[in-house]
């Protein structure tokens, strides 16, 4: 099993967001995932509550965790065969985030262009970097057909010597339109640049942390 945190202490950046959307298209892919669900907000978990009753396909588990529980849900998880875990994490100064980030092989630093953001993905990204565990900042809310905020960002986390995602994620209504309805934006608009950008941040994430999804096994097998 390989477990991501997608962690930044700043608040509406898009990590519950990256949570949803990687897990579902995790899933789709044929994977066993679970999300667990650190912020005592609960967006994931309530997300995955609207979803469960409206659709009957395999979804990903949404289980709420604190810091306490983490390792024994995670060992859970792994016993029952998933193949997959994100962790969701909560916005500000918190005992979750650094649990997180330290029982994970990999995390996701979802970032926008402003400075408080860069603040705290170069706390997250260090802690990361102390622990060994690799760490990548995701730009979101990028301005749609604008190539300015990326190449920005890029060279700001180049300076804090961060890693970049090649996929960056733009501002688009649908996030906000699938939300209430337990959808992400692959089901609202699938064939939308939303959709195609997460589609193609979860095949560069499935290679990174390499998970083999149906397809690839069926494809190596052939
Ligand atoms: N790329 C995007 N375009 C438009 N809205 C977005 C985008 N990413 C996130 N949102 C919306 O912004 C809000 C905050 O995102 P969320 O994932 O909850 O942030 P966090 O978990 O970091 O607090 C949510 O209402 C979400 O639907
Ligand atoms: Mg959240």
Redesign the pocket.
Known sequence: MRTVAIAINK???????LTKHLGTAATAAGLNVIILDMDSQQ?ATSWGKRRSQQRDEPLPVVRFVTENDLAEELERARAAGCDVALIDTP?GRSAEAPAAVEAADFVLI?FWLESDAFDGLGKTAGLARRLGTPAVGVL??ATPNSRSHEDAARSVLDALNVSMSPVV?????A??LA?PKGLTVQEMEPDSRAAAEIAALWEWLSAEVQLCTDAQVQEGAA
């Open positions: 608040g509406g950046v898009g990590k519950t967001t967006n916005p979802p979101n809310f994620l733009h501002r688009y209504e996030y906000r939300n």
